[in-house]
């Protein structure tokens, strides 16, 4: 599932980045993509999302119960 999770924040980041290539920034929440996103494989909730001006996180909770932790990804520029 870890490489699941990979990919769906991928997907994720790159629906992100069209965004701000539409609107000049990333959205405050992940429902203004719309609907389809991908889920979190291990919770299928959607994945955590944080947006940081000209960056963003996005964070998998993991899988908790066998002891792996959260996978998570920074993506976009450095302030700066």
Excluded: C
């Excluded at 290539?21 to 990333?26: C, E, F, I, Q, S």
């Excluded at 979190?40 to 947006?51: A, K």
């Excluded at 963003?56 to 993506?75: C, K, M, Q, V, W």
């Amino acid at each position: 599932a870890a490489g699941e999770a990979q990919l769906g924040m991928l997907r994720l980041a790159a629906a992100l980045e069209r965004h701000r290539a539409r609107t000049g920034a990333y959205p405050p929440a992940l429902d203004v993509l719309g609907p389809g996103l991908p889920a979190d494989p291990f919770t299928g909730q959607p994945f955590e999302y944080r947006p940081e001006g000209t960056r963003f996180t996005l964070r998998s909770a993991g899988a908790a119960s066998s002891g792996s932790p959260p996978l998570t990804r920074t993506y976009g520029r450095a302030p700066g």
